[in-house]
T-cell receptor, first 115, second 108 residues
Framework: GAVVSQHPSWVICKSGTSVKIECRSLDFQATTMFWYRQFPKQSLMLMATSNEGSKATYEQGVEKDKFLINHASLTLSTLTVTSAHPEDSSFYIC???????????FGSGTQLSVL | GEDVEQSLFLSVREGDSSVINCTYTDSSSTYLYWYKQEPGAGLQLLTYIFSNMDMKQDQRLTVLLNKKDKHLSLRIADTQTGDSAIYFCAVRDDKIIFGKGTRLHILP
């Protein structure tokens, strides 16, 4: 079945550094990818919708200059957390929309811990 | 905007059926999904249904859609310990909105 690969699975970084998370659709082309953030024991919060070749659409309250999203190809979207701070520590999940039925597939998530 | 509601907890005895319910507000939702999340993991697509369908069955899973009441349910037959997880329903119109998830606990 369709697979979405998200990398890295976990990352620990110092405050003030930037972290890039990659999301790849392995066997299908994804014109649309989504980025979510999940706090412990809470639901998924949609951060932004990413369409290939165009600027991402950010949800209200999400800083686009802090969470840079690039969707340069039909199989790759990246999320860069710039100048990370401890409050950015969270579980980030990407998803890709693809296939004839436009199913939504998820990556395995990235646990970001900012010290 | 779209609102998706589901109960937060459900306890079921092993071998019984589990029914997880979800309600939504946007009648123009076209696709409706059920996802399973195990601890520390991403989301696994369990099943989905189009808005022009009333029911979909896939092995132990049965999805029922009542468009009039905007109610979606997931029934898991013969619930096993491996079914213990958080189940999210999600609905899609121009974006995909998730419920808060239902934690399914299996009693021995």
């Amino acid at each position: 079945g369709a697979v979405v690969s998200q990398h890295p699975s976990w990352v620990i970084c110092k405050s003030g550094t930037s972290v890039k998370i990659e999301c790849r659709s392995l066997d299908f082309q994804a014109t649309t990818m989504f980025w979510y953030r999940q706090f412990p024991k809470q639901s998924l919060m949609l951060m932004a919708t990413s369409n290939e070749g165009s600027k991402a659409t950010y949800e209200q309250g999400v800083e686009k200059d802090k969470f840079l999203i690039n969707h340069a190809s039909l199989t790759l979207s990246t999320l860069t957390v710039t100048s990370a701070h401890p409050e950015d520590s969270s579980f980030y999940i990407c998803s890709a929309l693809g296939g004839v039925d436009e199913k939504l597939f998820f990556g395995s998530g990235t646990q970001l811990s900012v010290l | 905007g779209e609102d998706v509601e589901q109960s937060l907890f459900l306890s079921v005895r092993e071998g019984d059926s589990s029914v997880i319910n979800c309600t939504y507000t946007d009648s123009s939702s076209t696709y409706l999904y059920w996802y399973k999340q195990e601890p520390g993991a991403g989301l696994q697509l369990l099943t989905y249904i189009f808005s022009n369908m009333d029911m979909k069955q896939d092995q132990r899973l049965t999805v029922l859609l009542n468009k009039k009441d905007k109610h979606l349910s997931l029934r898991i037959a013969d619930t096993q310990t491996g079914d213990s997880a958080i189940y999210f329903c999600a609905v899609r119109d121009d974006k995909i909105i998730f419920g808060k998830g239902t934690r399914l606990h299996i009693l021995p």
